[in-house]
């Protein structure tokens, strides 16, 4: 678990899965999906069906949840785009838009990357967002992440093509910014 002041990031429990679901899987069209890769299809699910799939979240390594003032908010993750390798993408979500805009998100993932940098031998950290998601390329640049690839005009979303963005972080960077 780690903390800044009434945000904190820490693994999944059991009895965190009712409010992830709610977040993440009750409405077919949440809100936050216009911003989180809205090009990939986001598919509701009931409750039922989403707590066996939920289950294996709890005390995950690579899926924590974001809390603010001690009520689920959102979430940060990691997966391996080429683990012999140490090449390490992490995401973050929060799902309600009463969390957005107050500067949370570059406050859990400076946390994440700080317990990424802290437990694994890893050389980089970063994430791949999209050309329309302004506040996700702020963060980054907030972080002192860099702007490493643009791949421009891939990812279609409304009828309107958009380019996906790859921002990274060194772990020499990292240790010069703290």
Same mark, same amino acid.
């Given at each position: 678990?780690?903390?800044?002041?009434?945000?904190?990031?820490?693994?999944?429990?059991?009895?965190?899965?009712? *409010?992830?679901?709610?977040?993440?899987?009750?409405?077919?069209?949440?809100?936050?999906?216009?911003?989180?890769?809205?090009?990939?299809?986001?598919?509701?699910?009931?409750?039922?069906?989403?707590?066996?799939? $939920?289950?294996?979240?709890?005390?995950?390594?690579?899926?924590?949840?974001?809390?603010?003032?001690?009520?689920?908010?959102?979430?940060?993750?990691?997966?391996?785009?080429?683990?012999?390798?140490?090449?390490?993408?992490? $995401?973050?979500?929060?799902?309600?838009?009463?969390?957005?805009?107050?500067?949370?998100?570059?406050?859990?993932?400076?946390?994440?990357?700080?317990?990424?940098?802290?437990?694994?031998?890893?050389?980089?950290?970063?994430?791949?967002?999209?050309?329309?998601?302004? *506040?996700?390329?702020?963060? $980054?640049?907030?972080?002192?992440?860099?702007?490493?690839?643009?791949?421009?005009?891939?990812?279609?979303?409304? $009828?309107?093509?958009?380019?996906?963005?790859?921002?990274?972080?060194? *772990?020499?960077?990292?240790?010069?910014?703290?």
């Amino acid at each position: 678990m780690y903390t800044d002041n009434e945000l904190t990031i820490r693994p999944v429990k059991t009895s965190d899965l009712n *409010r992830l679901w709610e977040l993440i899987y009750k409405e077919e069209q949440p809100e936050w999906k216009k911003w989180d890769a809205p090009y990939y299809p986001h598919t509701a699910m009931t409750l039922e069906d989403f707590l066996p799939t $939920g289950a294996s979240l709890v005390d995950s390594k690579d899926f924590w949840v974001i809390e603010v003032h001690n009520e689920i908010r959102g979430i940060v993750s990691y997966y391996w785009e080429h683990e012999p390798s140490k090449w390490l993408e992490m $995401g973050i979500v929060f799902h309600e838009p009463t969390s957005w805009g107050k500067g949370l998100g570059t406050r859990a993932m400076k946390l994440w990357i700080d317990h990424l940098f802290s437990t694994m031998p890893l050389i980089r950290v970063g994430y791949t967002t999209w050309s329309g998601n302004d *506040r996700m390329i702020r963060v $980054g640049e907030k972080l002192g992440m860099t702007l490493e690839a643009r791949i421009r005009k891939v990812r279609l979303y409304n $009828g309107e093509y958009y380019d996906s963005i790859r921002m990274g972080l060194l *772990r020499e960077e990292w240790e010069k910014i703290k």
